[in-house]
């Protein structure tokens, strides 16, 4: 079994930035990616960033060069960088494990206004 804690989402204005923060525990040593997902009310839930095994990063394409996830692997977390925050990044951030199964936080909720 796989725990995942978000933490670090909040309210800020547009343009500014957050950092989120994914604690991940249990039986991790299957790793293969771990991903950010999104979902805004009303919305499906999408995946916005993704780093696998080998360091390799993909974004969707509505955050790309404003998001940035890394992973400190000797402390068992994952980060989201997000900045240039936009109205339309409203959303619960989910963090998600994958192995042979998919493993899934909380979410953490994120309110960008003006």
């Known amino acids: 079994q796989v725990q995942l804690v978000e933490s670090g989402g909040g309210s800020v204005q547009p343009g500014k930035s957050l950092r989120l923060s994914c604690t991940i525990s249990g039986s991790t040593f299957n790793f293969w990616a771990v991903a950010w997902h999104r979902q805004a009310p009303g919305k499906e839930r999408e995946q916005v960033a993704v780093?696998?095994?080998?360091?390799?990063?993909k974004y969707s394409e509505s955050v790309k060069g404003r998001f940035t996830i890394s992973r400190d692997a000797a402390k068992n977390m994952v980060f989201l960088e997000m900045n240039g925050l936009k109205v339309e990044d409203t959303a619960v951030y989910y963090c998600?494990?994958?192995?042979?199964?998919?493993?899934w936080g909380q979410g953490t909720q994120v309110t960008v206004s003006s």
């Open positions: 780093i696998d095994s080998g360091g390799n990063e």
């Open positions: 998600q494990f994958r192995d042979t199964k998919a493993y």
